[in-house]
């Protein structure tokens, strides 16, 4: 759970910077790491919205996939919200 606490911002940020230069492979590659971090922590949401973004970036539809990153930012927010309030750092 702290490790993610850290960690979350970073492999966002890669999917983001993946996105950005149009490279679908690491928004894929880069989805699955952030898809397995919150799968650790059964985050459904958060888990199901990066698997949307990799399933999007795999059959290379990045106008998509950038949509997805809105809804996955916004459930990677919540989590680490519920997180950091669980830690008591909120």
Not at 25 to 53: D, Q
């Given at each position: 759970m702290e490790?993610?606490?850290?960690?979350?911002?970073q492999r966002l940020a890669e999917v983001r910077r993946a996105l950005s230069i149009g490279d679908a492979h690491g928004v894929a590659s880069a989805a699955h790491r952030l898809k397995g971090s919150v799968g650790t922590l059964k985050a459904t949401r958060s888990f199901e919205a990066a698997g949307i973004v990799e399933a999007l970036a795999r059959r290379g539809e990045l106008d998509a996939a950038h949509g997805a990153c809105a809804a996955l930012e916004v459930e990677i927010a919540r989590l680490q919200y519920a997180l950091n309030t669980f830690a008591g750092v909120a």
């Amino acid at each position: 759970m702290e490790l993610f606490r850290v960690e979350g911002s970073q492999r966002l940020a890669e999917v983001r910077r993946a996105l950005s230069i149009g490279d679908a492979h690491g928004v894929a590659s880069a989805a699955h790491r952030l898809k397995g971090s919150v799968g650790t922590l059964k985050a459904t949401r958060s888990f199901e919205a990066a698997g949307i973004v990799e399933a999007l970036a795999r059959r290379g539809e990045l106008d998509a996939a950038h949509g997805a990153c809105a809804a996955l930012e916004v459930e990677i927010a919540r989590l680490q919200y519920a997180l950091n309030t669980f830690a008591g750092v909120a």
